[in-house]
């Protein structure tokens, strides 16, 4: 079956500590991941995409084959960073993504 | 317009009744999708349109639903004798012709059917 999952509804950090959102995928061939976000009260937007291997606003994401994984990290997390993450693929020769449930991410000051 | 406009913001309808939301995707976007994002989940895919014809339409739910895009540009989504299940953002979507291309997203329509 085709999935997507993200395990973590909500991630707490503290403002300049390490964030890993975790995103786990299930699809029998090889997908392209992508990571979208939603700000408070704003459209969801694309992040990054993993074939693009670009860092954006100190956002990272390695696609791991092996472990169907795609999580997203960045090594210090800023208030800004609160919002709403989905972990997303599109399959070969398709047009839809399949999402995954997102994660809340909080940065507390 | 700068972006994927959906209208309207929201909808609030009875159950039984009929509704229509509308998508105005970014000038130049032949590719257009409609998703729903039900309270705590992922938005799920609904259709995909490539120009004026539906080219996946294997998300929607039952045939109360159905979208149409008759020029290629404008789409409107239709949803018929609603139920309450039916209560979800919809959201629009826009991208360039080809494969794993960027979507843009709307800002959807609040569906709350009582």
């Known amino acids: 079956a085709q999935r997507v999952t993200q395990p973590e509804k909500l991630l707490s950090v503290f403002k300049g500590a390490p964030v890993e959102l975790k995103c786990n995928y299930s699809?029998?061939?090889?997908?392209?991941l992508f990571w979208y976000v939603q700000y408070s009260r704003q459209r969801l937007q694309l992040l990054l995409r993993h074939i693009s291997r670009e860092s954006i606003k100190g956002f990272t994401a390695d696609l791991n084959k092996g472990e169907t994984s795609f999580h997203l990290k960045k090594p210090f997390a800023q208030e800004e960073d609160s919002a709403m993450y989905y972990c997303a693929l599109s399959g070969p020769g398709t047009y839809k993504y399949i999402f995954g449930t997102g994660t809340r991410l909080k940065v507390l000051a | 317009g700068a972006g994927v406009s959906q209208t309207p913001s929201n909808k609030v309808t009875e159950k039984g009744k009929y509704v229509e939301l509308r998508c105005d995707p970014i000038?130049?976007?032949?590719?257009l999708y409609w998703y729903r994002q039900s309270l705590g989940q992922g938005p799920e895919f609904l259709i995909y349109f490539q120009g004026t014809g539906a080219a996946d339409d294997s998300g929607l739910p039952n045939d109360r639903f159905f979208a149409v895009r008759p020029e290629g540009s404008v789409s409107t989504l239709k949803i018929q004798r609603t139920e309450r299940g039916d209560s979800a953002v919809y959201l629009c979507?826009?991208?360039?012709?080809?494969?794993?291309?960027?979507?843009?997203f709307g800002q959807g329509t609040r569906l709350t059917v009582v």
């Open positions: 699809y029998s061939g090889s997908p392209e």
């Open positions: 979507a826009s991208s360039l012709a080809g494969m794993n291309t960027e979507a843009f």
């Open positions: 000038s130049g976007h032949t590719a």
